[in-house]
């Protein structure tokens, strides 16, 4: 079966600090691994996409990792700010036009001041 | 924001009253999905369609049915709607079901 879990369930940090969330995931054959950033209230946003070939993705202050081989996956956020407060979740799709992504139950974070 | 609505946005019923949730895309996007999210447990697939009258079960998909008749609406309806029920429904729309997916606004359905 396939699976994503997430960790850690839940995050608290003080601006300006990094963070990293981890992902771990068993969907094969794998496609793309995706994270989406979830604001209180609002329906999930994507943030990031990766590929099989790709190691290292970047989007403004979000780093995404992926490492296929131990099928791993870290979202890096630098310098945090009180708008990245949300539930980060990651999502992994299988090779093959009929498979239907599976999501991680996300990792909530609260940046305090 | 893709073109995604959800309506009603705010619903409460009462115990064993029908329910019908609706989704409307303008992106013409072929598939189209149907998730409740309840604390704790994140998203998860109620049904989902590959295309009109093209749909699939879900991992919770008891006590739902759907339906597709248009591209652009995904109907999902409660028959008898239960307290279990309640919870906060999004819809989401992808052109495959390998790529990104664009979620509505969500319904928060109260069932007293």
Known sequence: ?113 | DAGITQSPRHKVTETGTPVTLRCHQTENHRYMYWYRQDPGHGLRLIHYSYGVKDTDKGEVSDGYSVSRSKTEDFLLTLESATSSQTSVYFCAISGQAEETQYFGPGTRLLVL
């Open chain 1, 1 to 113: 079966k396939n699976q994503v879990e997430q960790s850690p369930q839940s995050l608290i940090i003080l601006e300006g600090k990094n963070c990293t969330l981890q992902c771990n995931y068993t969907v094969s054959p794998f496609s793309n691994l995706r994270w989406y950033k979830q604001d209180t209230g609002r329906g999930p946003v994507s943030l990031t996409i990766m590929t099989f070939s790709e190691n290292t993705k970047s989007n403004g202050r979000y780093t995404a990792t992926l490492d296929a081989d131990t099928k791993q996956s870290s979202l890096h956020i630098t310098a945090s700010q009180l708008s990245d407060s949300a539930s980060y979740i990651c999502v992994v799709s299988a090779l093959g036009g009929s498979y239907i992504p599976t999501f991680g139950r996300g990792t909530s974070l609260i940046v305090h001041p």
